[in-house]
């Protein structure tokens, strides 16, 4: 079960972009900021349903389109430029969207990190892994952590741009 504090979190992080959807769908910024009241009061009864933060995003989009839609019914005697349909077939397909940029950024990552020595990669990886590892990694080769620190800037400066470099050269939009 998720917590008052938890969700205020999780919707404050996600609202930006919440509301650039809306507002792609919706004819002004008021009307995006009462669906995104009506949205977050919808979320906030459902909340039980989210059993990770990391489904958050994905869930709440589903909870907006429904309020964006609702709104244009409320609305419909105003003009409205776009269809139900449109507005249904735009989310999804900036959904399959989002799910292969993903796909290609991990992709990339991977190709990216094969790129690096054995040692590299696991120095790369050691912050993710488990607590302590670059501490570990440190006391095992007699460097200390703010020096391996300092290599793992360096090594994420140089995954960055190999990332960015083969994500390029496959004709998407980063958002850098």
Known sequence: MMDEGRFLSLFLKHEREL??????????????????Q?????????IHQLESDDEFL?????????????????????????????????MDESAEDEAAMRQAQQSAIQHCLRSFSEDHQKL????????GGVLALAEA??????SLY????????????????????????LPL
């Open 19 to 36: 509301a650039s959807i809306a507002r792609a769908f919706l004819p002004d910024w008021n009307a995006v900021d009462d669906v995104l």
């Open 38 to 46: 009506e949205a977050s009061l919808v979320m906030w009864r459902k």
């Open 58 to 90: 994905p869930w709440s989009k589903v909870i907006l389109r429904f309020e964006i839609l609702k709104a244009r019914r409320r609305h419909a005697r105003q003009n409205w430029v776009l269809s139900e349909e449109l507005i249904s077939k735009l």
């Open 124 to 131: 790369l990886l050691a912050p993710h892994t488990s607590r």
């Open 141 to 146: 080769g007699g460097h200390s952590a703010n």
């Open 150 to 173: 300092k290599r793992i800037g360096r090594l994420r400066v140089k995954l960055h741009d190999c990332v960015v470099q083969r994500l390029s050269s496959a004709d998407f939009d």
